[in-house]
Every structure is written in structure tokens, then in C-alpha cells.
């Protein structure tokens, strides 16, 4: 099993950056690929990226792809999300979420661990 934190969240400009990140304890961090997803109020969690045990394997969906950038730090047990260029529609909360096998696929019950959420605020 492994806990999810995630930081990095806060108000931001519309055209600004915020690089988020989820610390996982335990040592089976590495074993996990890991995703990052978000919930807009009145709006289902969304899917937008993921990344493979060991970083070499990474999807996205379509709607951020061109935009944000996941990572992954095992030596630190971080997933880290760089969002560029960011709208006030991508105002959300952010969770990162672990799961013992990598999915090409946008859904959200393929993933067994969550962080709390951290806010993302973007003003226009």
C-alpha cells in the first residue's frame, strides 16, 4: 500500500505555471505506475496523464498533452505534473493516484491509491 500527498497547488495568472507534486510513502513506490487526474466543481474526475514504474512509458490525454508534462522521481518516491500555459478552465482540485499496473486508458477506477487533492487556481 502506499499514501499520496500532493503540492504545489495555488492561484496562478491565466499564461502561468505551477509544477505540482506527490510524495508516496513506503518503499514500493517505484513498483507503481502513477497518474494524475482533476475535479472541477459539478464535473466528474478527469484523467490526465500517467507514467509507467519507471518513467519510461507515459500517456496523456488529448485535452493536456501539449500542455503539461508528468514525471517521476523513484529515488525521492515523487510524481511530479509541470502545467504550462495554464486557463482558468483548468481551475480544479489535482490528485495523484497510484496503480500496480500501466493503463493507456483515461479511466478513473483503474487506480487503487489517491492523494487528498491539492487546489489549482487559475484567474483570467
Known amino acids: 500500500q502506499v499514501q499520496l500527498v500532493e503540492s504545489g497547488g495555488g492561484l496562478v495568472q491565466a499564461g502561468g505555471s505551477l509544477r505540482l507534486a506527490c510524495a508516496a510513502s513506503g518503499r514500493t513506490f517505484s513498483s507503481y505506475a502513477m497518474g494524475w487526474f482533476r475535479q472541477a466543481p459539478g464535473k466528474e474526475r478527469e484523467f490526465l496523464a500517467a507514467v509507467n514504474s519507471n518513467g519510461g512509458s507515459i500517456y496523456y490525454a488529448d485535452s493536456v498533452k501539449e500542455r503539461f508534462t508528468i514525471s517521476r522521481d523513484n529515488a525521492k518516491n515523487t510524481v511530479y505534473l509541470q502545467m504550462n500555459s495554464l486557463k482558468p478552465e483548468d481551475t480544479a482540485v489535482y490528485y495523484c493516484?497510484?496503480?500496480?499496473?500501466?493503463?493507456?486508458?483515461?479511466?478513473?477506477?483503474?487506480?487503487?491509491?489517491w492523494g487528498q487533492g491539492t487546489q489549482v487556481t487559475v484567474s483570467s
Open positions: 493516484a497510484g496503480s500496480r499496473v500501466f493503463y493507456r486508458s483515461t479511466l478513473v477506477r483503474l487506480y487503487d491509491y
